[in-house]
Structure formats: C-alpha cells, structure tokens
C-alpha cells in the first residue's frame, strides 16, 4: 500500500492527476465523511496505509519490537484479529472525535474531511496490552531512556489525550492512538486477565 500510495502521489504532483489519490483517501483513509458515505471497510484499511517513509518505519519497528512478545503470547490468529479489532476501534474513535466531536465543540467542520492513515491505531493497541501483561519491563524510550512499560504507555497516551483535548493540528492521530489504546486495555481487562487469574 505505501508503494500504491506514493505512486498516486507522484501522478498528482507529475501530472495533476488526482483520480487515484481520490479513490485512495476515500477507500484507505479514516473520515467521518467515509463512513457517513457507507465506506466502513475505511475502519481496517487505513491501518495497511502509509504515505510517509518514517512513519511505515516507525510502525513497524514498533511492530515488531513489542508484536513479537505478543504475538507468541495470543498465537497467530487471535494476534491478527487483535490487529484488525485495534484498527477498527481506534479508527471509529477517530473518526466519532474529528468528525463530531471537534466540529460540535469547536464549530471548525474541516476535520470532518481531514484524512488519517497508517498503523499507529493497531501499533498502539498492541503496546498498549504488552504493557498490561509486562507493566513492569523495561523499555527504552527512544532508545536512550529506561523506563518501565506502564510508565511510558502512561505517558503517552497523556500526551495524546492533551493534544486531542486541545484540538491542535498534528501529523499524528491523537484521537485514533487513543482509540487504539482503549482496545489493547480492554482486551486485556476482559479477555487476558480473567485468564491469568484463573492460571495463578
């Protein structure tokens, strides 16, 4: 999807041909205009879109630093059904936030048509059950700073809850990373816990 992505970008730019950029933030992005549309496959496929290098970089050494442990945890199966259920809670979050929350409070109605893409929404929901199952591991954040799984899982989604509490414009999906963090606790709270009460 990033190679599809930056061709349709290329075209635009190249030639002024918007058409495939078109289709692809009306099928692959998360609005609140896409689902009003009836296009609610746009819950899982922004979660296979990047545009940006960096961020498929970043979502995917994430990925796989914290999905490994994960994945071996849940098996293969539950892992991508876990993946997809994180894309699609983070992303209707986003899309209820910047599409109906914001405009209501605020009266700006252009996020109602402000597209979000990539993986952060699953990325987040598995760092966040990694750290409910390991809170106490040790991380390094930013690969410089150690500090404990709980803490850092804290911290960032306090700073996600500030930004969308604040409204600013960001790169970065506040709203759907919230989302997205929401479903890794929940399945941990409903799904993994009673489990690992009942083995202790």
Do not use: E
Not at 63 to 69: A, E, Q
Not at 93 to 103: H, T
Not at 105 to 126: F, L
């Amino acid at each position: 999807m990033f190679l599809v992505w930056t061709t349709a970008n290329q075209r635009f730019n190249s030639l002024g041909d918007k058409s495939m950029l078109t289709w692809l933030t009306r099928n692959c992005s998360t609005m609140w205009v896409n689902l009003a549309q009836g296009r609610i496959w746009t819950l899982v496929t922004p979660a296979f879109s990047h545009v940006d290098p960096m961020h498929l970089f970043v979502n995917m050494f994430v990925l796989y630093s914290f999905g490994t442990d994960v994945a071996r945890m849940l098996g293969a199966k539950r892992f991508l059904g876990f993946y997809l259920g994180a894309a699609v809670v983070g992303n209707l979050v986003s899309a209820v936030i910047r599409g109906v929350v914001i405009p209501l409070r605020t009266g700006d109605m252009s996020s109602m048509v402000q597209p979000s893409i990539g993986a952060s929404t699953s990325v987040i929901g598995i760092t966040t059950l990694f750290a409910c199952v390991y809170p106490m591991a040790q991380l390094q954040l930013f690969m410089i700073i150690p500090v404990r799984a709980w803490l850092a899982t804290v911290g960032f989604v306090g700073w996600d809850l500030w930004r969308v509490m604040k409204h600013g414009s960001s790169k970065a999906d506040g709203a759907g990373h919230l989302g997205g963090a929401a479903a890794g606790a929940a399945y941990y709270w409903f799904k993994l816990r009673p489990l690992i009460r009942r083995m202790r």
